[in-house]
C-alpha cells in the first residue's frame, strides 16, 4: 500500500511539475543567444527571426531552417531566441519572423508576449511547431486568432510547422513573405 502511495504521489508531482512548465514557458528563459547571418550575393533586407526553442527543440531547428530560406533569398537574417536583446528591437526590419512550440492550441506565450512588440511595417510570418504531422484545422485557427490579437495584423503569414514537412512547412512560409 505504501510503495502504491508513493508511486501515486510521484506521478503526480511530475505531472504538475510539466505543466507548470508548460504555464510558465520555462524553456524560454534559456533563448538568449543571436547570431547575424549574411547573405553571399547582395542583401536585399534585414530579417529578425525570433524563437522560443520549446521542450523539443523542434521550433529551434524550425526556425533555422527559416533563418537559411531567407538568407538563401538574400536576406541578412538576425536570429535570435525570444528573451535575447536583439529580439527586443525591432525596428529596421523588412521581415519579422516569430514561432515557437505549440502548447494546448496556443504558440508559447513569450512569442505571444513578443508579437505585441511588433510594428505593422513589417512584414510579419508567425509559425507553431505543432510536434505532430497531421495538419489540424482547429490548431491553425487558433493561432490565427492568437495573432490578430496579439499584434492586431491581420496580413500576417500564418503556418503551422508539422514533424516530417518541416522541410516544406518553412520554405512556405519564408516564400509567402518574400514574395
Same mark, same amino acid.
Given at each position: 500500500?505504501?510503495?502504491? &502511495?508513493? @508511486? ?8 504538475? %511539475?510539466?505543466?507548470? +512548465?508548460? $504555464?510558465? /514557458? ?21 530579417? &529578425?527571426? @525570433? ?8 521550433? %529551434?531547428?524550425?526556425? +533555422?531552417? $527559416?533563418? /537559411? ?111
Amino acid at each position: 500500500m505504501k510503495i502504491t &502511495l508513493i @508511486v501515486v504521489i510521484v506521478i503526480v508531482v511530475v505531472l504538475v %511539475s510539466l505543466f507548470a +512548465a508548460l $504555464i510558465f /514557458d520555462l524553456t524560454s528563459y534559456g533563448a538568449t543567444g543571436s547570431e547575424t547571418l549574411n547573405p553571399t550575393g547582395t542583401s536585399v533586407g534585414r530579417a &529578425l527571426v @525570433v524563437y522560443d526553442p520549446g521542450f523539443s527543440g523542434a521550433a %529551434s531547428r524550425d526556425t +533555422a531552417k $527559416i533563418a /537559411d530560406d531567407l538568407q538563401a533569398d538574400n536576406y541578412t537574417v538576425v536570429l535570435a531566441g525570444v528573451r535575447s536583446g536583439a529580439a527586443g528591437n525591432v525596428s529596421g526590419y523588412s521581415i519579422i519572423v516569430a514561432g515557437g512550440p505549440m502548447y494546448f492550441g496556443r504558440v508559447s506565450s513569450s512569442i505571444d508576449g513578443f508579437l505585441t512588440t511588433v510594428q505593422n511595417n513589417a512584414k510579419l510570418g508567425v509559425f507553431g511547431s505543432t510536434g505532430s504531422s497531421s495538419y489540424v484545422e482547429s490548431d491553425f485557427t487558433s493561432l490565427q486568432t492568437q495573432v490578430a490579437s496579439a499584434t492586431h495584423n491581420a496580413n500576417a503569414a500564418v503556418k503551422l510547422i508539422r514533424d516530417g514537412n518541416e522541410t516544406n512547412d518553412c520554405a512556405e512560409l519564408v516564400s509567402e513573405l518574400v514574395q
